[in-house]
């Protein structure tokens, strides 16, 4: 069964202070894995897409990588308005729904 | 781009009634949609998976006589919860593919609460 679990599950730091997060899976044949962030109240945004084993992706303080069995979430000197829920998702090869984690709820102090 | 609107953003209904929630692709077309509900603190949910001019898939578990779903062009797709109770309180999300892009990448909306009263 295709599995995505993420650690971990709150993580609180202060202005500056870098981290990463984690996504780990398990999936017959990866489709690809995708990183949002969800603000409360709202939709998820869209953060990155990645295909295959070390990918990388970036994107303002954001950078993501794949290995076969993880994802990471880089965060490098976050700000307050980083504070939000960030999802990992995969989709399985052959199919079409988003498999998600439970999410990681990251909160930065000033 | 990749923007996906959803009217309303909150309703409060009564219950017996039915409401009837939009999603629309505003600047790509999406063949595929797919329908969420989140519970507080918790992770989406997959209700059930919408494709231009055919019947949706739902998943096991959900109703396909409560929640109705139409995906009658490539930018808009409507979620009815009929009869409503306050059991289906919650809030829904709705994503949509690009049909042209060769990703796999879903965009959101940005929800509809809903409160049964």
């Known amino acids: 069964e295709d599995q995505v679990t993420q650690s971990p599950e709150a993580l609180r730091l202060q202005e500056g202070e870098s981290s990463s997060l984690n996504c780990s899976y398990t999936?017959?044949?990866?489709?690809?894995l995708f990183w949002y962030r969800q603000d409360p109240g709202k939709g998820p945004e869209f953060l990155f897409t990645?295909?295959?084993a070390g990918e990388e992706k970036e994107k303002e303080r954001l950078k993501a990588t794949l290995t076969k069995k993880e994802s990471f979430l880089h965060i490098t000197a976050p700000k307050p308005e980083d504070s939000a829920t960030y999802l990992c998702?995969?989709?399985?090869?052959?199919?079409?729904?988003?498999?998600f984690g439970q999410g990681t709820r990251l909160t930065i102090n000033p | 781009g990749a923007v996906v609107s959803q009217h309303p953003s909150r309703v409060i209904c009564k219950s017996g009634t039915s409401v009837k929630i939009e999603c629309r692709s505003l600047?790509?077309?999406?063949?595929?949609m797919f329908w969420y509900r989140q519970f507080p603190k918790q992770s989406l949910m997959l209700m059930a998976t919408?494709?231009?001019?055919?019947?949706?898939?739902?998943e096991q578990g959900v109703e396909k006589d409560k929640f109705l779903i139409n995906h009658a062009s490539l930018t808009l797709s409507t979620l009815t919860v009929t009869s409503a109770h306050p059991e289906d309180s919650s809030f829904y999300i709705c994503?949509?593919?690009?049909?042209?892009?060769?990703?796999?990448?879903?965009?959101f909306g940005p929800g509809t609460r809903l409160l049964v009263l």
């Open positions: 999936v017959s044949g990866l489709r690809g």
């Open positions: 990645l295909y295959s």
């Open positions: 919408s494709n231009e001019g055919s019947k949706a898939t739902y």
């Open positions: 600047d790509f077309q999406a063949t595929t």
């Open positions: 998702a995969l989709v399985a090869r052959g199919a079409q729904k988003l498999v």
């Open positions: 994503s949509a593919r690009d049909f042209l892009a060769e990703k796999e990448t879903q965009y």
